[in-house]
């Protein structure tokens, strides 16, 4: 079994950002391959996390102990029959000694918005359907909606720790 993953994506420039380790579409998109024997060459646009690749890596690799040890965090199969991922849960890496820390800050993906909380700044929510680059944070226009991402966020926060 042979997997290739992207740890991070890069900010080439795009939002006046370089580098990594910030919540934006083009740091959290990442590349993911996998290569089995008897696994048919396809593409997917499912919602994944990175968290789903060990435990999707060892079930290939039809490994049973360390298939068991893998599946004791949030991961999953990502080719198990009925597999689908409801949300992706991010968060921005901690940099020591930064500029103007902005402090914690987690996004939460689901299959049309992204709602970004940031305990020390002001909230976001982006429609991803009709902003994909998530350029307008639509917050302000959708309370209901936020208020409803933002408690699943806490919850998924929550159960992480």
Do not use: C, M
């Not at 380790?21 to 998109?29: A, H, K, L, S």
């Not at 435990?55 to 198990?80: C, E, M, N, V, Y």
């Not at 968060?91 to 939460?108: C, F, H, K, Q, Y």
């Amino acid at each position: 079994v042979v997997v290739v993953a992207g740890a991070f994506g890069q900010a080439l420039g795009d939002r006046t950002q370089l580098g990594h380790g910030e919540v934006t579409r083009e740091q959290v998109n990442v590349p993911l391959a996998l290569r089995a024997p008897g696994l048919a060459p396809t593409r997917s646009e499912r919602l994944v996390s990175l968290v789903d690749v060990l435990p999707t890596a060892f079930a290939l690799a039809h490994a049973p102990a360390a298939q068991a040890l893998a599946t004791q965090g949030a991961g999953r199969d990502l080719l198990a029959a009925g597999f689908e991922r409801d949300a992706a849960l991010v968060r921005r890496a901690v940099r020591e000694n930064e500029r103007l820390d902005p402090g914690p800050i987690w996004a939460l993906y689901t299959r049309g918005f992204k709602y970004v909380y940031r305990p020390q700044l002001t909230d976001q929510l982006y429609d991803l359907s009709v902003d994909p680059d998530e350029r307008e944070n639509v917050l302000s226009a959708q309370l209901e909606r936020g208020a409803a991402l933002k408690k699943d966020l806490l919850a998924r926060i929550g159960s992480a720790k």
